[in-house]
């Protein structure tokens, strides 16, 4: 679902990347896993989660997918993923992941009151 322009305004807030940052550490504490993977985040917004998760678990691939062209285009321009080969940007619908079943070391959504983790 698209994000009316109040939710935009809040998940784009400096409060809600002081949330995202509380919430990766907790997620560094208590989830294992490997660096060098293959990470999906859904609903990547503007990037901010996928900055987290690159320097928290070092995927050799990060998958960004969000329903939003506009936050696409915004998230291509934080994580500068026009010079880094590990980060691929989809324009996409969580409910139709496009990724082979086992092909993802972990799906990430670090939504408004709802942060996730899914190891497969």
């Not at 294992?32 to 691939?61: M, Q």
């Amino acid at each position: 679902m698209k994000l009316n322009r109040i939710e935009r305004w809040f998940v784009n807030s400096p409060v809600r990347q002081i949330k995202q940052n509380l919430v990766m550490q907790w997620f560094r504490g208590t989830v294992a896993l490997a660096s060098g993977g293959t990470i999906l985040e859904v609903g990547c917004g503007r990037g901010v989660g996928a900055n987290l998760i690159r320097k928290v678990y070092r995927p050799n691939r990060l998958y960004l997918l969000d329903l939003d062209l506009d936050m696409i285009a915004e998230a291509s321009q934080r994580t500068d993923s026009r010079n880094s080969s590990g980060i691929s940007l989809c324009l996409g619908d969580a409910a139709r992941l496009p990724y082979a079943n086992s092909s993802l070391d972990a799906v990430f959504g670090l939504y408004r009151d709802l942060e996730i983790y899914i190891s497969t």
